[in-house]
């Protein structure tokens, strides 16, 4: 079946730091992979998404790109601000898993001043 | 357009009780979902629906749970009876045609089973 792995939290950086969250995938198919954050007290917002191998998906500074040979999809932001602090979920879809999304268990991301 | 729309945000309830979670989708939206996350773990897929018609339940833990959508608007979630493990948050989402990538999420409900 489907599985997403993301590096476990809690991250902890300075502003303006270089971030990154690691994300590996199993799928069968060939799935379409995803971003996700959830701000505190808000609901899960796509952050970015890319559908086939090589594309690289990007939205607010942040990318990410889909990596078939490595089945990852890691997260890069170059400079993070205090605003960035959240939970980030990987995720897949595959339609050959009727098409629902599987998530990472989330890593939470915290920027200090 | 008004987003997904969860209620209650927070809830909690003893051991044995019932609690109905609620989801309005977006106007128009023929897909709804349900996903919970679980003591900080992964968030799962719970079940599918498409329009009034359950698509795939395959998630759903345990015949404690019941989901409805009846005439294919809002949708509940209910529990009944609430056990200790049964505590997370519920998202609700929902989507377009065929389910395709524009989910919109909920910004879920909190439940507590004490």
């Known amino acids: 079946g489907n599985s997403v792995t993301q590096m476990e939290g809690p991250v902890t950086l300075s502003e303006e730091a270089f971030l990154t969250i690691n994300c590996t995938y199993t799928?069968?198919?060939?799935?379409?992979l995803f971003w996700y954050v959830q701000y505190p007290g808000e609901g899960l917002q796509l952050l970015l998404k890319?559908?086939?191998?090589?594309d690289k998906g990007s939205n607010k500074g942040f990318e990410a790109t889909y990596r078939k040979e490595t089945t990852s999809f890691h997260l890069e932001k170059g400079s993070v601000q205090v605003s960035d602090s959240a939970v980030y979920f990987c995720?897949?879809?595959?339609?050959?898993?009727?098409?629902?999304?599987?998530f990472g268990g989330g890593t939470r991301v915290l920027v200090k001043p | 357009e008004a987003g997904v729309t969860q209620f209650p945000s927070h809830s909690v309830i003893e051991k044995g009780q019932t609690v109905t979670l609620r989801c309005d989708p977006i106007?128009?939206?023929?897909?709804l979902y349900w996903y919970r996350r679980v003591m900080g773990k992964e968030i799962k897929f719970l079940l599918h629906?498409?329009?009034?018609?359950?698509?795939?339940e395959s998630g759903m833990p345990n015949n404690r749970f019941l989901a409805e959508r009846t005439g294919g608007t809002y949708s509940t979630l209910k529990v009944q009876p609430a056990e200790l493990e049964d505590s997370g948050v519920y998202f609700c989402?929902?989507?377009?045609?065929?389910?395709?990538?524009?989910?919109?999420f909920g910004s879920g409900t909190r439940l507590t089973v004490v």
């Open positions: 890319a559908t086939k191998a090589d």
């Open positions: 629906f498409v329009k009034e018609s359950k698509q795939d």
């Open positions: 989402a929902s989507s377009g045609d065929r389910g395709d990538y524009g989910y919109t």
């Open positions: 799928a069968t198919g060939y799935p379409s």
């Open positions: 106007s128009g939206h023929d897909n």
């Open positions: 995720a897949l879809r595959s339609k050959a898993a009727g098409n629902k999304l599987t």
